[in-house]
């Protein structure tokens, strides 16, 4: 029998305690960061032909993450690196973050440790300094509240109203791997539980990866930066491809039509869309999670951009008056509605109508799982 390993109880060590714990000897290598933790505020200097850009993001326990099957050290890393996105969404580089968490009693010294264990790799490999935050007591379980500051020249900041009525939208890597693999750890869950049985999940590692540690795509931006592209508009996809395209459209005053067999789905994808009688399509549009890059770019480009590893054309912008549209395989125009996760949790009569609206004619099923 495995010897159950001691754990320290977070009241031993109290609040400060606890906090120096968690951050004593955190590398500083940003010349930005004059002073991280240990005082009442960090200090950072920006001065210089920088502009300074600030995200947060807040985690729930229950609501964001279920820890029966997220690995604490995963979910730190997932904790810093969607802020990460955010800022090379903005077309800039993180510097810092600040880690703010609301802790309940069910958690020892030894669960933090690896929570923050998993923030640190993240920025260990992103080239991030933690620099302050705060705990908290908490009775409803784990939040994480983290704030990202990065840095970006005045010039290369990408906004979501920059996009011109015949610019190129593109999107990097590939869509709706993180929400298939939500939904096949859910039921691996609920499965797990009426029979004690240990999940296989191979062959559908990918999918989990995308859900559990998804990465933020600075191999992009960098990749951008090489060729000397600074695009109209970008954001990164969190709330589903159609989401976030309808946000730039609307900022930007445009339209849009992209393509349906122009939107890039990984195999395993596809599979487990398959497996559970989903339409491939709609879960690409409305998955989100996938923390990939979604921007524009002028259609003078349209050659480069053709053959650019890692990228795919998926369509253009139009003029608002035409409206925001997927072009279907067969050649029908259906418009585009930012559904969001609100697409896997309707009844079958409300699907069946969505589906019209996506242009998406085969059955999908409707699901009761959720962000």
């Known amino acids: 029998m495995e010897e159950r390993k001691q754990r320290t109880e977070i009241s031993s060590m109290g609040e400060f305690g606890l906090i120096n714990h968690l951050t004593e000897n955190l590398p500083a290598p940003n010349a930005s960061t004059c002073k991280g933790i240990g005082d009442d505020a960090a200090v950072l200097d920006y001065s210089g032909n920088k502009r300074t850009l600030v995200t947060t993001d807040l985690l729930l326990e229950g609501v964001h993450f279920d820890l029966t099957y997220t690995p604490l050290k995963h979910l730190g890393y997932k904790a810093a690196v969607v802020n990460f996105s955010d800022i090379y969404a903005m077309n800039g580089t993180p510097r810092q973050i600040t880690v703010s968490l609301g802790i309940s009693k069910k958690f020892a010294v030894e669960d933090v440790d690896e929570l923050y264990a998993g923030i640190r790799i993240a ?67 609920d499965v797990y539980a009426q029979t004690q049985v240990q999940p296989d999940f191979a062959s559908k590692e990918y999918i989990i990866e995308r859900q559990l540690k998804p990465e933020a795509r600075r191999d992009i931006v960098e990749a951008l930066d090489r060729i000397h592209v600074v695009p109209t508009s970008m954001m990164d996809i969190s709330d589903g491809l159609s989401s976030e ?92 509605r930012a559904q969001g996760w609100n697409a896997f949790t309707k009844t079958e009569d409300e699907n069946a109508e969505s589906k019209k609206a996506d242009g998406n004619e085969t059955d999908n099923s409707a699901t009761d799982n959720k962000k």
């Open 123 to 189: 920025c260990e490999h992103y080239g991030v300094d933690i620099v302050g935050g705060d705990t908290s007591a908490s009775l409803t379980g784990l939040s994480i509240s983290i704030t990202c500051i990065g840095e970006a020249e005045p010039d290369k900041i990408v906004y979501r109203n920059g996009a011109g009525s015949t610019d190129l939208i593109c999107v990097s890597g590939n869509l709706g791997a993180a929400y298939m693999g939500l939904l096949l750890l859910e039921r691996e869950k």
């Open 245 to 336: 395209l309808l946000h730039i459209c609307k900022q930007s005053n445009t339209g849009c039509r992209i393509y349906e067999e122009r939107i890039p789905i990984d195999y395993q994808t596809a599979v487990m869309a398959e497996e559970v009688n989903m339409n491939v399509t709609t879960v690409a549009l409305h998955g989100g999670e996938d923390y990939e890059l979604l921007f524009t770019v002028p259609l003078k480009m349209n050659d480069v951009f053709q053959n650019l590893p890692g990228i795919k054309v998926i369509g253009h912008m139009t003029d608002a008056s035409l409206g925001c549209n997927l072009i279907c395989r067969d050649g029908q125009e259906f418009e585009l």
